[in-house]
């Protein structure tokens, strides 16, 4: 059995440094390459990263390398693995290209998986679907192969497969399984898999393979965490009698294992344990660990900061006081951070020597293993370093700014709360004479191929800013025209001038900066490029406020301003680490508050500001949801708080857990809140219904995932629904979410279609008044 090398990373970005692998992927699907030059292309890829952790630092054969690559998802992945995709791919089984580009994106024949967050990221997973008559059984040979495939450059590395628990733990049951069957309830009939599954990965040449435990570290998942520490202690008994293994590595990343689920790993046959020493601290002695190898995830995998490496050293050395060996490793995968900072040309370089991105972790790691394997004096000087470029960092202008400061230094309770909602309600409903059952849109229209290409025209220049504001002028009288044929009641500009909803406000708000190649993989072959928060926020000059005044100018209608709301903006940027989010959210409010302010002034009377990620920031540990829902909370009321009583606030949130979140809706005190109601509409409006929600709410009466036009009857029976168990005075119609990625043919006919189902529900609705 060889010993764990002295550092190593959890994963690494699978995307490729010019996101390679979006284009291989997309080509196959379109057809312009073959599943031979499909997998040719991965290997290459596949080969440049290894060989690129190695130039960084990471050891050749001693398994520091992970074998981390996905063509679409490491959940999907392991499902794969153990046979289990749901029976309507019985016909494309095996671990074929084919099965998992079915599961992943669907066909004419049947659904995808469904699609989640991973954990508190902006990631999303495949759901397995798992029911008492799934059939495990090893299937193919995808991991196993990569390590062959490594051996045969030269590498020994250390493949990476979600775990048993994990993949139980995030599974949903199918449609077929009893009321309270637990996919955790199939366990033991999975472990064989996992035990052949290793067999496999030895055979090829592994000597260590990862096991992915995230689950261990969760309090919101529907399994208690005793019980998920319980099947940890039973899988890993199982997994590690196996009697032809690789040396395993269990690890736990994204917060602090559960102090049940560390016990049972420690006290598990395994060789190591990977802990995340970011979002954890180092945990208390326990039995059982002698001799296992402890990886302290001192290296954030979350965030670019390069922060402050003598403190990960610190933590290593604690960690070490456990008595056991310790190694350097990154906190999480680093799936979550953009390849390479050295590849952005047109970043200031003062900022740049306060970033790591993966590959300037990875040099992190390899100091710190250094250190673990020559002593602190070999490191003193990368220590020192970093330390500098900290104090640097601290001092630098813009960092804080005075101003800013003062301002959030002088908020008091006013500054989050309007008027009574009563009131609000009767001057709104004088002020915009609204029918009852009003009609609108969540903000984007199509961004149709013209657009992007005007984009990109205008960011090559080849079109003079005049030009390209003409266009986007030309587009907007063109959605509000269209918008007036509809006869929506409240209209919307339809954000022609937005690549990104939060993207486009960090280009416009000081204290941000973007990137030029720094994807993260979103799913699949999706990738954002999540802006830098780096110093002190404020709004140098109104944003959206001509395109907003220009569209009301077109129109009598109700014109809505459309904002990215500050809980939003941090969860879809990389955020400074140097002070609490909290006082970040508020700066990124005051600057949206001023805007939206702005918007008053120039006639605008209704503003929307969209929170989708309010739910996905939410923290693993319930001790600190509290904590959490009070600043994100608070930041939208800041952001909105200082209108008139007539000036209506909307609010839009992209998931229908609405029973999860009704605290935190109702807190944001929103005049009006749009929610998404694919799943299940008919439940979304009952949880509404059942929380006593009284403010205005529009649950989405159509699904804008997919090209399908709802039917009239269908949106009718909907608002019929709504309005016998909601106060009609309530209900507002609309999608959704935005249209943007929809195409103008069924945005046209579906729109046309909610607008008579409301009419007509409206006018049954008049005659009983
Ligand atoms: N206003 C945005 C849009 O319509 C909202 C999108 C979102 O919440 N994801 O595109
Ligand atoms: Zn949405």
Request: charged share 25%.
């Amino acid at each position: 059995m060889t010993s764990f090398p002295a550092g190593t990373i959890l994963g690494y970005p699978r995307i490729g440094r010019r996101r390679e692998l979006k284009r291989l992927v997309e080509s196959y699907w379109a057809g312009r390459i073959d599943a031979d030059e499909l997998e040719t292309g991965a290997r290459d890829l596949r080969a440049a990263t290894r060989r690129r952790l190695a130039e960084l630092g990471l050891g050749r054969d001693d398994s520091s390398i992970p074998e981390s690559f996905s063509f679409y998802d490491q959940v999907l992945d392991a499902t794969l693995a153990v046979g289990a995709l749901p029976a309507r791919f019985a016909d494309v089984a095996g671990d074929s290209l084919d099965a998992l580009f079915a599961a992943a994106r669907g066909d004419a024949a049947r659904a995808p998986l469904e699609m989640t967050k991973w954990f508190d990221t902006n990631y999303h997973y495949l759901v397995p679907e798992i029911g008492p008559d799934t059939a495990f059984a090893l299937t193919g040979d995808r991991f196993a192969r990569q390590v062959a495939e490594a051996r045969a450059d030269g590498f020994t590395t250390r493949p990476v497969v979600v775990g048993p628990v994990t993949l139980l733990a995030l599974a949903k049951p199918t449609d077929e399984a009893p009321e309270g069957f637990s996919a955790l309830d199939r366990l033991d009939d999975l472990l064989p898999v996992y035990v052949e599954l290793l067999a496999q990965l030895r055979e090829a040449g592994a000597e260590w393979v990862q096991l992915d435990e995230p689950a261990l570290v969760s309090e919101s998942l529907p399994a208690p965490a005793s019980e998920l520490a319980a099947a940890a202690a039973r899988a890993y008994a199982v997994l590690g009698a196996a009697a032809s293994r690789p040396s395993i590595l269990v690890a736990a990343g994204y917060a602090q294992l559960t102090d049940a689920a560390w016990a049972a790993l420690a006290a598990a046959p395994v060789e190591a344990i990977a802990i995340d020493l970011v979002r954890g601290d180092v945990p208390a002695p326990v039995a059982g660990l002698e001799g296992k190898t402890l990886v302290g995830g001192v290296v954030n995998g979350r965030n670019i900061w390069r922060g402050d490496l003598r403190g990960a050293w610190g933590a290593l050395e604690r960690l070490r006081a456990l008595g056991t060996p310790v190694a350097a490793g990154t906190s999480t995968s680093l799936q979550h951070v953009p390849h390479d900072v050295q590849d952005e040309p047109d970043l200031d370089a003062r900022l740049v020597s306060w970033l790591a991105f993966a590959d300037q972790k990875v040099g992190q790691v390899a100091v710190l293993a250094r250190g673990i394997e020559q002593g602190e004096a070999a490191i003193t000087a990368d220590l020192d370093a970093a330390t500098a470029a900290l104090a640097d960092r601290r001092s630098a202008p813009g960092v804080r700014v005075d101003a800013v400061r003062a301002r959030t230094g002088a908020l008091s309770s006013d500054d989050f709360t309007r008027g009574d909602y009563a009131a609000r309600q009767a001057a709104q409903e004088a002020e915009l004479g609204l029918p009852l059952l009003p009609t609108t849109t969540i903000g984007s229209f199509p961004q149709t191929g013209d657009i992007r290409r005007a984009r990109a025209r205008f960011v090559r220049g080849e079109l003079t800013e005049a030009e390209y504001e003409e266009f986007l002028r030309a587009e907007i009288a063109r959605v509000v025209e269209l918008q007036e044929d509809l006869g929506l009641d409240v209209l919307v500009h339809g954000e022609p001038e937005r690549n990104d909803m939060v993207q486009y406000f960090a280009e416009n708000l000081d204290g941000f900066a973007v990137t030029a190649n720094g994807w993260v993989q979103s799913y699949g072959s999706r990738a954002t490029r999540p802006s830098i928060l780096w110093g002190d926020v404020s709004r140098p000059a109104p944003i959206t406020v001509p395109w907003s005044t220009y569209a009301q100018s077109l129109t009598a209608k109700p014109m809505k301003g459309m904002l990215t709301g500050p809980v939003t903006i941090l969860a879809w940027s990389f955020v400074r680490d140097d002070q609490p989010l909290a006082e970040t959210a508020n700066q990124v409010a005051l600057a949206l508050r001023d805007e939206v302010a702005d918007l008053e002034t120039a006639g605008i009377r209704i503003v929307q500001v969209d929170e989708p990620a309010l739910r996905e920031l939410l923290p693993l540990k319930a001790a600190d949801q509290p904590a959490y829902l009070e600043w994100s909370v608070g930041s939208f009321r800041l952001a909105t708080a200082g209108v008139a009583e007539a000036t209506q606030i909307h609010t839009h949130l992209c998931y229908s857990e609405f029973a999860v979140v009704i605290d935190a809706i109702a807190g944001l005190d929103a005049d009006v809140t749009s929610i998404e109601a694919a799943r299940s509409r008919g439940e979304v409006i009952d949880d509404v219904a059942a929380s006593g929600f009284g403010h205005g709410v529009g649950p989405g009466v159509y699904d804008i995932h997919s090209p399908r036009v709802p039917d009239v009857d269908e949106v009718e029976g909907l608002l019929r629904r709504a309005v016998s168990a909601i106060e009609p005075r309530q209900v507002w119609v609309n999608p959704d979410c935005g249209l943007k990625t929809r195409g103008y043919e069924e945005t046209t006919a579906s729109l046309r279609n909610l607008v008579t189902a409301a009419t007509a529900v409206r006018a049954t609705l008049d005659q009983a008044v």
